[in-house]
């Protein structure tokens, strides 16, 4: 067997022909071999599937349960800059000899005959579930990776399922209809079990599935929501309030929470899903938790960087609207590298009046897209196109020349575009 984490991660990358292959045959077999559907794999579990906002919901469930004493464990996917992000417990990532020994324990059942073909991700999320299920967790926070209704976290009976946003993406492998990729995400809710709806734009198909699961639904906007507070002097930013409902049907407030710059819509969802598990909030220790708050890759501030994995129309345009203008006099520049399967032209069209000028860097591998690429769609809509570069790295350095201190950097497109600026240190005029 592979002795290091990083020689198992190039083993994975060989026990199956396609690095994408969806279906939950073969992962629940090898998890029926390894004894991880004879029990939960902790004593509450809530799974997350939606286009965007997944990432950042688990996340702020993960730190307001801890925030209350809860031991909790998280599985996520992709990761930045190590594999050990995608698995962390009690808010510590994983070590590699934690992954190592679920890695073993997931080959010794791979290759019992007769032998299963696994994918990366099918024998990483079952490495991830063997890691967490060892830790007497009172808490599994589980992200989907891809769609809902196949994805290999679905072999998992979660306690509450949670579906944040539909939209476009992944289009090779869920389609281009927005009704059909709901009913794809809403494929992990359960018969009597809670479906939190996070969007009040979601289409049909995903309270149509819950109601045809005979699901309990709690919808934002319905079930719970959220609401202004009011601002304080001095205050950069504005608190909110949160009401939402417990599994007895009892209402329950939480008011001047802190912005803890994510959408607020995945805030209000986070939580209500936590009072579905039947977390008793105090307000003090949920505004402890939002108010130090930091998500790798979301919206995340570093000196002028603004730096963000989101890599469809729906995430840009979020971050546009979130993105404060530069001091008076800067320019807003952007740096974007960006797989050749995603909606490049959706992406430049949500940010092209937000920024002034751009570098466009390319991504290796078979799915990375040309910065030449990316510059002829932004030139075409009558952006300024600063400079073209053969790596993100590259692109930082081409900012770097010209980098004003009011001036201030959006990075963005894709979680690879933002890794690799994770492992620099940026400049800072």
């Known amino acids: 067997m592979p002795n290091s984490l990083a020689d198992w991660l190039a083993h994975l990358e060989t026990l199956h022909p396609v690095g994408i292959d969806m279906g939950l045959d073969r992962v629940t ?69 934690q992954l190592i020994d679920g890695f073993e324990q997931v080959e010794k059942a791979r290759t019992r005959a007769p032998e299963v073909s696994l994918t990366y991700f099918e024998a990483g999320t079952l490495c991830a579930l063997w890691c967490l299920s060892q830790e007497e967790l009172d808490l599994a926070l589980l992200e989907v990776g891809l769609g809902g209704r ?51 734009s979601l289409p049909v198909s995903v309270p149509d599935t819950a109601i045809a699961m005979a699901s309990t639904i709690y919808a934002q906007g319905v079930g719970f929501k959220h609401s202004a507070g009011v601002k304080a002097p001095g205050d950069l930013t504005t608190p909110w309030c949160w009401h939402g409902l417990t599994p007895e049907g009892d209402t329950v407030s939480l008011d001047a929470l802190p912005d803890p710059g994510l959408p607020i819509d995945n805030a209000a969802t986070a939580l209500q899903a936590l009072a579905l598990v039947g977390l008793d909030f105090d307000t003090a220790l949920t505004t402890q938790a939002f108010r130090g708050l930091i998500v790798a890759g979301r919206m995340q501030w570093i000196g002028q960087w603004c730096l963000d994995v989101g890599h469809n129309p729906h995430a840009a345009r979020y971050v546009a609207n979130r993105l404060p203008a530069p001091p008076e006099g800067g320019r807003q520049w952007a740096l974007i590298g960006m797989l050749e399967d995603k909606d490049a032209d959706g992406v430049i069209d949500a940010l092209l009046d937000r920024v002034t000028d751009w570098v466009c860097v390319s991504l290796d591998g078979e799915r990375g897209r040309s910065a030449a690429d990316l510059g002829r769609r932004i030139e075409a809509k009558g952006g300024t196109v600063r400079a073209l570069a053969d790596s993100p790295e590259a692109g930082v350095h081409a900012i770097e020349a010209e980098l004003g201190e009011r001036d201030r950097v959006l990075a963005m497109g894709s979680f690879k575009t933002v890794a690799a600026l994770l492992e620099l240190t940026l400049p800072q005029a």
């Open 150 to 200: 196949l994805d290999a976290v679905n072999i998992i009976e979660p306690d509450v399922s949670i579906v944040t946003t539909v939209a476009l993406d992944h289009a090779d492998y869920l389609g281009t209809d927005l009704e059909q990729i709901g009913r794809e995400k809403s494929g992990i809710f359960r018969p009597l079990k809670p479906a939190v709806l996070g969007s009040t």
């Open 29 to 97: 077999e090898v998890a029926n071999r390894m004894g991880l559907l004879e029990r939960p794999v902790a004593k509450h579990v809530i799974m997350v599937a939606g286009t965007n906002g997944k990432g950042s919901t688990l996340a702020m469930m993960d730190a307001v349960a801890r925030a209350h004493g809860w031991r909790a464990g998280t599985y996520s996917s992709p990761h930045l800059v190590r594999y050990n992000e995608r698995v962390t417990i009690n808010g510590r990532q994983a070590s590699d000899a």
